[in-house]
C-alpha cells in the first residue's frame, strides 16, 4: 500500500469514525461464528426435531416436528422484540439483575456495529440460536400430551420470565458472573434451566394415558440417530462458538466436546448392556446426549484428561437418573429432558469447578480455589434449578387457568397429529 492510498484512508476514518470501528473487525472470528450460529441452529432444525420426533409414537411425529419448528419461529421474533436487549444490554443501576431497553428492536443497528471484534449482527444471531434450543428442549417434558396452543403461550411467557433473568445473570454481566460463575456454553443457561422446567411441565401435566404400564417405544430409530447425529455435529458450534474467536480455545472446546460424547456413549451403552443383556442404539445415542450436555459448562475451561472423566460420569449418572426416575419414581418426562440435559448440566456445571483447575488439566481458576469455585458453581446451579421451578410452575398454572394444558384423553388417544394438526405423518398410519 503506497503513502498516498494511506493518507486517503486516514482522511476517511476521521470523517466517518464508523469505518475506524469496522476497521476493528476480526474476519477470521467472523467467519467462525457465522459458522457456529448455522450449526447451532442446524442442532434444532432439523437436529432436535428429527431426535425428538422418532422418540415418540408415530400418531405423534409431527406435532413435535410442529412445535420444534413454531417455537424457532417464535423466539427469533421475541429476540428483536427486546429479549435480547434485557440480556446484553446496559441495565444501569438494574444490570445486575436485568439489562436495558436501547437495543429493543436494534434500532441503532448497523452493518459496521460490533460486539468485541464481531458484527453485532453476528453476536445477535448466535445467541439467539441458543434462545431457540432452549425452551425446544423442554418439549420433550410434555410431549405427546400439551396442546398447541398451551406450548406456545408456555415458551414465549418461559422465554421472557424465566431464560431471559437467567441468561442476563450469567452472560450479560448480571450478579451470578460477579459472582464468578463459569458456564462456557450454557450448561446452567440452557440445560439446568430446561431440564428443571421440563421436570415441572412432566408433573403438572401428569402421565401419559398407559404409562407405565403400557409400553410407548420409540416409532423410528433411523429418524433418532440421524438427529443425534446432527446434534453432535451441531455441538462443535455451540460448544466451539461459544469461544466467540477462531483460535485455541475454540479448538479446545471442540476437542473436549467430542471426547466427552464419546466417553457419554461408551459408558451409557456398558451399563445398558450389563444391566439388560444387550447394547441398544438408543442407549449409545442418549449416552452421546448426556456427554455432550455435561461437557457443555465446561468446555471453554477443562483439558481432555477432565473431558473423559466427566463424559464417563455423565453416562453413568445419566443413565441411573433415567432409570431411576421412569421406573422407581415413574414420572413421565417422556423424552428423559431432566435425567439427560438436568442432571448432566448439573453434574458438569460443578465439575467444572474440579477440572478447570490447573493441576487437573484445565485452563485455571485464576486465584480461587477448587472448593470455592465449587461452591460458586454449586450456588449457580442451585439459583438458576429455583427460579426455573417456580416460575415454570407458576406460568404452567396461569395457563391452565386460562385454556388448559392438556388435551382430552380421547385426543390424546387419537394422536396430537390428526387433532391439533389434521395431518399425518405416514398414510399408512389409519
Same mark, same amino acid.
Request: aromatic share 10%.
Given at each position: ?77 421475541? !429476540? &428483536? *422484540? ?5 440480556? =446484553? @444490554?446496559? /441495565? ?6 436485568? $439489562?436495558?431497553? +436501547? ?71 448480571? !450478579? &451470578? *458472573? ?5 458456564? =462456557? @456454553?450454557? /450448561? ?6 430446561? $431440564?428443571?422446567? +421440563? ?83 438408543? /442407549? ?6 448426556? $456427554? ?139
Amino acid at each position: 500500500m503506497n503513502s498516498t492510498t494511506k493518507n486517503l484512508m486516514l482522511v476517511a476514518m476521521l470523517a466517518l469514525p464508523e469505518l475506524a470501528l469496522a476497521d476493528q473487525l476480526n474476519q477470521a472470528n467472523t467467519a467462525w461464528i457465522l459458522t457456529s450460529t448455522a450449526l447451532v441452529l442446524f442442532m434444532t432444525l432439523p437436529g432436535l426435531s428429527l431426535f425428538y420426533g422418532g422418540l415418540v409414537r408415530g400418531k405423534n411425529v409431527l406435532s413435535v416436528l410442529m412445535q420444534c419448528f413454531a417455537i424457532t419461529c417464535l423466539v427469533s421474533l421475541l !429476540w &428483536l *422484540a427486546g429479549v435480547y436487549s434485557f440480556i =446484553f @444490554a446496559d /441495565g444501569g443501576e438494574w444490570q445486575k439483575f436485568i $439489562g436495558g431497553s +436501547a437495543k429493543v428492536f436494534m434500532p441503532d443497528l448497523r452493518t459496521e456495529s460490533l460486539s468485541g471484534d464481531i458484527p453485532e449482527t453476528v453476536f445477535f444471531m448466535f445467541q439467539m440460536t441458543f434462545a431457540i434450543i432452549t425452551p425446544a428442549l423442554i418439549v420433550g417434558g410434555f410431549a405427546e400430551r400439551m396442546k398447541f396452543s398451551a406450548m406456545l403461550w408456555f415458551s414465549a411467557l418461559w422465554l421472557v420470565v424465566v431464560y431471559m433473568p437467567v441468561c442476563h445473570w450469567i452472560w450479560g454481566g448480571g !450478579w &451470578l *458472573a460477579d459472582l464468578g460463575v463459569k458456564d =462456557f @456454553a450454557g /450448561g446452567i443457561v440452557i440445560h439446568v434451566n430446561a $431440564g428443571v422446567a +421440563a421436570l415441572v411441565s412432566a408433573l403438572l401435566l401428569g402421565n401419559r394415558k398407559g404409562f407405565p404400564t403400557t409400553p410407548m417405544p420409540p416409532h423410528n430409530m433411523t429418524m433418532v440417530v440421524t438427529g443425534a447425529g446432527m446434534l453432535w455435529v451441531g455441538w462443535f458450534g455451540f460448544n466451539g462458538g461459544s469461544a466467540l474467536t477462531a483460535d485455541g480455545s475454540a479448538g479446545m472446546a471442540i476437542l473436549v466436546t467430542h471426547v466427552a460424547a464419546a466417553a457419554g456413549s461408551l459408558t451409557w451403552m456398558t451399563m445398558e448392556w450389563m444391566r439388560f443383556g444387550k447394547p441398544s442404539v438408543l /442407549g449409545i445415542v442418549t449416552g452421546m446426549v448426556a $456427554g455432550l450436555g455435561t461437557i457443555t459448562p465446561a468446555s471453554g475451561f477443562v483439558g481432555p484428561a477432565g473431558a473423559i472423566f466427566i463424559g464417563i460420569t455423565a453416562g453413568a449418572v445419566c443413565f441411573s437418573a433415567t432409570q431411576y426416575f421412569k421406573r422407581v419414581l415413574k414420572i413421565d418426562d417422556s423424552l428423559d429432558v431432566f435425567p439427560v440435559h438436568g442432571v448432566g448440566g448439573i453434574i458438569g456445571s460443578v465439575l467444572t469447578g474440579v477440572f478447570a483447575a490447573e493441576s487437573l488439566g484445565g485452563l485455571g481458576l485464576h486465584g480461587v480455589s477448587i472448593a470455592d469455585q465449587v461452591s460458586i458453581q454449586a450456588l449457580g446451579v442451585l439459583v438458576t434449578a429455583l427460579w426455573s421451578a417456580v416460575f415454570s410452575f407458576v406460568i404452567l398454572k396461569l395457563i391452565d387457568s386460562l385454556i388448559g394444558l392438556r388435551v382430552d384423553a380421547d385426543e390424546e388417544l387419537q394422536g396430537l397429529d390428526i387433532v391439533l394438526h389434521e395431518e399425518t405423518g405416514y398414510h399408512n398410519l389409519y
